[in-house]
């Protein structure tokens, strides 16, 4: 299986949270392969920029957990090729009313699918929006 990490699965790795047992205990199982896209790094780097704007992390622990970040990602992960048929099946995706699908989580399915990965995400609604899309999604701790 190669599995291709969300940034809601990744960020448990790097900061301590509720998550971070389920996250490393997936990890530990050790998947064939794993991918992180360039657009998941972008939404971890996000995710930890909201971090220290609301006074949570400082700037240098920010720093510090993104360069961890660049590291773990550099050395254990592979980064999938995005292309333009990924935004153009991602507003396909957004556009199923029902699937309740944001348009970031829309390009990770979209990617998934083209690549023909698995999905490893905690956020269960992007699960269930995959899998009625018919991707392979890993749900760790469930």
Not at 46 to 52: D, G, N
């Amino acid at each position: 299986m190669t599995a291709y990490l969300d940034a809601s699965f990744i960020l448990p790795l790097l900061v301590d949270e509720k998550s971070s047992e389920v996250v490393d205990a997936f990890l530990n199982g050790s998947p064939d392969d794993m991918s992180v896209s360039d657009f998941a790094s972008a939404e971890v780097s996000s995710a930890v920029s909201r971090l220290v704007r609301m006074g949570i992390v400082d700037a240098a622990a920010g720093d510090a957990i993104l360069t961890d970040f660049d590291i773990w990602r550099a050395t254990m992960t592979t980064t999938p090729p995005m292309a333009a048929t990924d935004a153009r099946l991602a507003e396909v995706f957004v556009r199923r009313f029902e699937m309740m699908l944001r348009a970031p989580d829309a390009l990770h399915v979209a990617m998934c699918r083209r690549l023909d990965l698995t999905l490893v995400t905690l956020d269960r609604r992007l699960a269930n929006a995959a899998r009625a899309l018919g991707l392979r999604v890993e749900v760790p701790g469930t």
